[in-house]
């Protein structure tokens, strides 16, 4: 699976904006997120609104259709959304 990357210059979400967006495809099942090796369903959890994020989906994705009409299209998600959300997550300090 190859990641896209564009030229970020219109998002204010990013610290930096000459810094480099990348956007990639969900995995195909049962294969996992080449950067964060989570799996196909907890990504659709993260970009998709649903119940389990009160249909706030925290991580940035996009559809990209052939034309306006067409009924489906690829679905992509932002890499350094999905790492911000990650990093973002109380860490667990228990000792076993």
């Not at 995995?27 to 970009?47: D, F, V």
């Not at 925290?58 to 009409?69: G, M």
């Not at 679905?75 to 959300?85: A, D, G, K, Q």
Request: glycine share 2%; proline share 10%; aromatic share 6%.
């Amino acid at each position: 699976m190859k990641p896209h990357t564009t030229h970020n210059t219109q998002s204010t979400d990013l610290k930096n904006p000459s810094e480099i967006e990348i956007w990639s495809q969900l995995p195909k099942p049962p294969a996992r997120c080449p950067y964060t090796s989570l799996s196909r369903s907890k990504i659709c959890e993260l970009i998709l609104p649903c119940k389990a994020n009160n249909f706030r989906p925290p991580v940035v994705s996009r559809s990209l259709k052939s034309s306006k009409y067409a009924k489906r299209g690829i679905r992509i998600f932002s890499v350094n959304s999905l790492i911000s959300w990650i990093a973002a997550q109380p860490t667990d300090n228990t000792q076993s």
